[in-house]
C-alpha cells in the first residue's frame, strides 16, 4: 500500500526470518516449538504490515511522519474513541483481512508441518552446519538498522522513541526560533526598499551546473530556460560551500560560513531577520519535514507548507506539486513576501525525479553516451548520468514554471527571483561514481541564476561582468538581506553578489 521498495524490505526480512526458523529446524529443535515461533514472528509482521498500510491508507503519509505519530501517541482516550467511530468500516474491513491471512498461515502451518511425537534426533555434521548458517544469517540481519526494522519487535520500540525525539527536538526549534527573532530585533533591522516587494528564493538539490545546456552541456537539458536567457542573470562561476544539503543551506542562509561553521547557533538568520523587516515569510518544500537544521529554518516562517508525504528525499514526489502552492502564495495580500521554494530537485535515486514524459535520455546514443563509454565509464554510471540528465530535463520544466508563476503574479510586484542548488552531483564526470561527492569538483559546481519582472536595467557589459563573478554560497545570506532591501550591522556589500561593491574573493 506505500510502495515497491517498502515491500522489497519487508519481503527480505520475512525470507531470512523463515530461512533462520527453518535452520533451528535442521538443528533438531523441538519442531513444535519452531512451528508456534513461526506463526507467532509471521503474524506480527502481517500486523505490522497492516497497521503500517492502514495509516496510509487513512493519512497518505508514511507512518513515521510526525503527523501520523502524534495522531497515534499524542491522542486521548476521547480522540480515540472518535478515531475508532469516524473509521469503523474502515478498521474492520482490514482487520478482517489480517485474521483471514493469520488464519490461512495457520492451516497451512498444521497442514504441511506435522510434528511428529518423541525427542528429535541429532542431524549430520551437514545438517548442523547449514542449520547454523541459516540461523547467523537471521540474526546478522539486524545489525543493518534498516533491514532490523523490519522486526516489528524492532520497529515499535524505535517508533515510540523516534517520536519522543521529534517532540523534543519540535520543542527545541520552537525555543531556538524565539531566540533567533529577539536577537534580530536587536540588530536595528532597517529596511529600503520599496513599499511592496517579493522575492522567490528557489533552493535546487543536487544539481551540478556542467549538466546544464545553458551552461553549455551538449545534451538540451534546459531547453525552457535557454528560451527564457535574455531575462536571466546566469552566474558562471559559483560553487556551494558543502557537498551535502544541511550543511550547505545552514551557510546560505545564516551567517555561518566555511571558517565559522557555527555561527547559526548564535546569529539570527535572513529569515529572523526578514520578519523583523515587515516581510511575510512562506516555506514550500518538497523535502522532508522535521529534517534536522532545516527543519529549524523553516519554523522562522509564518507558513510552512510540506507536500511531500512519503519517504522524504526516498519518495518519489515530483516537484511540480509545489506549483499551486506558489500561485496561491504569490497572490496574498501582504506587502512584502518572502517565499522559499525547497525543490527535491536531483536527489538520489533520479529515476524518482522526472515523470515519464521526461524520460528522454535513456538510452541515447549521443556526444554524451560516446564520452562516458570512451571514458571507460560502466553500464550502470551511464545509465545514472541519463537518468539524471531526465531530472534536469524536468528540473528546468519545474523553474520555469515557477518563473512563469511569478511573472504572473498580479499582487506580487514587483518580484524577483534568486535559484541556486544546495550542491553538485558526481555522475561520471571525472571517476566511476554516482551521486554526492566532497572530492571532486561535480559536487560543488552548481548554478545560479536571477530573474527579475520588467525591463533589465543593466546593460550588456555590466550582465557579463555580474554574470562572471565568482563566488561561494557561504556568503548568499548578505545577497538575500540585498535583494530583500535590509540593512543591518551585519549586512556586507562586499560579499553581496549583485552589489556595485562586491569583491571578489582571494585565490
Known sequence: MQDLHSLTKASVFVLFANAGLAGLQLLRCNRKWVAAGALALNSLVLLNATVEGFLFWLYG?????????????????????????????????VSALLVAMIGLQAWVERKFNTVRAGTPKAGNRRERLLGSGMFALFALLHFNATMAEENPLVYWPNYFADYQQQRAFLAEVKSKVARDLAMARQYKTAYVGQPRQTLVLVLGESVNRSNWSLYGYPRNTTPELAARRDDLLVFRNVRSSDAATVQSLLKMLTPATLKQPDAWLTEPNVLALARTAGYHITWLSNQEQGDGPIQILAEHAHEQIFVNNGHGRGARSLDERLLPH?????????????VVVHMLGAHLRYDLRYPAAFDRFSGADDAVSTTLYKAGRPYWIRKARNQYDNAMLYTDHVLSSILKTAEESTTASPVSLLYVSDHGQEVGHYRNFSGHSSTDPSGYQIPLLYWTKGPDPDPAERRAA??????????????????????????????????????????
Open 61 to 93: 503519509l508514511a507512518p513515521k511522519h510526525i503527523v501520523v505519530a502524534d495522531a497515534i501517541l499524542g491522542s486521548n482516550a476521547n480522540e480515540a474513541r472518535e478515531f475508532i467511530a469516524s473509521y469503523w468500516v474502515h478498521i474492520v474491513l
Open 466 to 507: 555580474l554574470e562572471a563573478r565568482d563566488y561561494r554560497t557561504d556568503y548568499l545570506d548578505h545577497t538575500l538581506l540585498g535583494l530583500l532591501g535590509i540593512r543591518t550591522r551585519f549586512y556586507q556589500p562586499e560579499n553581496d553578489i549583485l552589489s556595485s561593491q562586491y569583491v571578489d574573493p582571494p585565490g
Open 326 to 338: 506558489l500561485k496561491r502564495v504569490l497572490e496574498g495580500p501582504a506587502p512584502r513576501k518572502l
